[in-house]
Nanobody, 124 residues
Framework: QVQLVESGGGLVQAGESLRLSCAASGRTFSGYRMGWFRQAPGKEREFVAA????????YVTDSVKGRFMISRDNAKNTVYLQMNMLKPEDTAVYYCAAGQLLRALQVVKNYDYWGQGTQVTVSS
């Protein structure tokens, strides 16, 4: 049974940092891409960043480029999202997901497995 378990969310002030973790288990993820998405109240879930499990190639959406960084630790089967210089507009539930490499990386439906989400709240 595939499990993605996020952790690391919380309440911070604008300008501070958080690191989210996603522990993956239940299958081999070679050939997969791990993604981070977020969903703010009343808004659609949106792509934040992704990383190829095998190659380590990364992709970050423009709105967080230069502030957020995605990485992975293959030995721990864990993916991270380092979030710096947080802004109130970054407030959302953050989800970890796994999808096959050949699919478009920013499309929610292209991801097969999802975590339960972790809340990030940034106060001004």
């Amino acid at each position: 049974q595939v499990q993605l378990v996020e952790s690391g969310g919380g309440l911070v002030q604008a300008g501070e940092s958080l690191r989210l973790s996603c522990a993956a288990s239940g299958r081999t993820f070679s050939g997969y891409r791990m993604g981070w998405f977020r969903q703010a109240p009343g808004k659609e879930r949106e792509f934040v960043a992704a990383i190829s499990w095998s190659s380590g190639n990364t992709y970050v959406t423009d709105s967080v480029k230069g502030r957020f960084m995605i990485s992975r630790d293959n030995a721990k089967n864990t993916v991270y999202l380092q979030m710096n210089m947080l802004k109130p507009e970054d407030t959302a539930v953050y989800y970890c997901a796994a999808g096959q490499l050949l699919r478009a990386l920013q499309v929610v439906k292209n991801y097969d497995y999802w975590g339960q989400g972790t809340q990030v709240t940034v106060s001004s």
